[in-house]
């Protein structure tokens, strides 16, 4: 499957973003999907999963009740709502796609990746 990533940009602290990632494949609904982001100077940190089937989710720490994740399987697409962005939530944000049925939380579980796409919050 490819991945193509999209909707970041600047933004005020407070303010929200909205990203999208584009899936090809007739497959995407088998897939569970998550979002990361890498930060210079830091590891990739897991934000979100979208699990396929039954849409659950999970979440990272940093991001529990700011960040949603959703997915519309007949668009092939899967989507971060993000709102009360804060400075540090500055980083390039990935999408990625696991061939599984669960949700994994750290960056070796995803067997596809999309590009990335720059966020960026100022204050």
């Known amino acids: 499957v490819q991945l193509q990533a999209f909707g970041g940009g600047l933004v005020q602290a407070g303010g929200s973003l909205r990203l999208s990632c584009a899936a090809s494949?007739?497959?995407?609904?088998?897939?569970?999907m998550g979002w990361f982001r890498q930060a210079p100077g830091k590891e990739r940190e897991f934000l979100a999963a979208?699990?396929?089937?039954?849409?659950?989710?999970h979440y990272g720490d940093s991001v529990k009740g700011r960040f949603t994740i959703s997915r519309d399987n007949a668009k092939n697409t899967v989507n971060l709502q993000m709102n009360s962005l804060k400075p540090e939530d500055t980083a390039v944000y990935y999408c990625?796609?696991?061939?599984?049925?669960?949700?994994?939380?750290?960056?070796?579980?995803?067997?596809?990746w999309g590009q990335g796409t720059l966020v960026t919050v100022s204050s």
């Open positions: 494949g007739r497959t995407f609904s088998t897939y569970t």
């Open positions: 990625a796609a696991r061939w599984a049925s669960s949700i994994a939380t750290t960056w070796p579980g995803y067997d596809y």
């Open positions: 979208i699990r396929w089937g039954d849409s659950n989710t």
